[in-house]
């Protein structure tokens, strides 16, 4: 268990839809990040968070959003899905100390858009 | 965008057997690290090389970073099948916010 917390576990949803997925860092850290994995591309990192403010932004689309709340849990929110935002979306923090080069995952959401 | 490019893509094995997979890049990094994924799951820490030249053990798994800190090796020695799973490896630069993962190596050991 690495301390990080994500729900739902599977989402399936239609296109255009929007959906809210959620995270909850491991005690301590401050930093949150969002990646997506697809079979293609592999592990793509989205954006990251720190202490709610946003510090990193990588290809993350124009329909997706995160925010990182006063408890220091964050929320990805996909709006106008389509097809090929299906993927497994997960969420990592990270300790101080690392610099943000050391991340521990959840167990990731897993969306599929019909 | 720093690239990370893993080597074999996939590999089977028979229990018992040593392996060895790579990870390769044409950037610096200031650490790397080596994540192993099994399905449904998310990326679990294995092991943070940060020197040139750096080898890490953990159990049967031994962990090379090349002096340039560019490249990095995981050998697997008498695998066996609770080793199977995907194995990632992620480049960072301190102070970066940001890991750069390769694509993986796909490892299956056969009992």
């Known amino acids: 268990d690495s301390g990080v917390t994500q729900t739902p576990k599977h989402l399936i949803t239609a296109t255009g839809q929007r959906v809210t997925l959620r995270c909850s860092p491991r005690?301590?850290?401050?930093?949150v990040y969002w990646y997506q994995q697809s079979l293609d591309q592999g592990l793509q990192f989205l954006i990251q968070?720190?202490?709610?403010?946003?510090?990193a932004k990588g290809n993350i689309l124009e329909r997706f959003s995160a925010q990182q709340f006063p408890d220091l849990h964050s929320e990805l929110n996909l709006s106008s899905l389509e097809l090929g935002d299906s993927a497994l979306y997960f969420c990592a923090s990270s300790p101080l100390w690392t610099g943000g080069t050391e991340a521990f995952f959840g167990q990731g959401t897993r969306l599929t858009v019909v | 965008t720093q690239l990370l490019e893993q080597s074999p893509q996939f590999l089977s094995i028979q229990e018992g057997e040593n392996l060895t997979v790579y990870c390769n890049s044409s950037?610096?990094?200031?650490?790397l690290q080596w994540y192993r994924q099994e399905p449904g799951e998310g990326p679990v820490l294995l092991v943070t090389v940060v020197t040139g030249g750096e080898v890490k053990k953990l159990k049967r798994l031994t962990f090379q970073f090349g002096d340039a800190r560019k490249d990095s090796s995981l050998h697997i020695t008498a695998a066996q099948p609770g080793d199977t799973g995907l194995y990632l490896c992620?480049?960072?630069?301190?102070?970066?916010?940001?890991?750069?993962f390769g694509k993986g190596n796909q490892v299956v050991v056969i009992p």
């Open positions: 968070y720190y202490n709610g403010e946003e510090r």
């Open positions: 005690s301590g850290d401050l930093s």
């Open positions: 992620a480049g960072g630069n301190y102070g970066n916010n940001r890991l750069a």
């Open positions: 950037s610096v990094f200031s650490s």
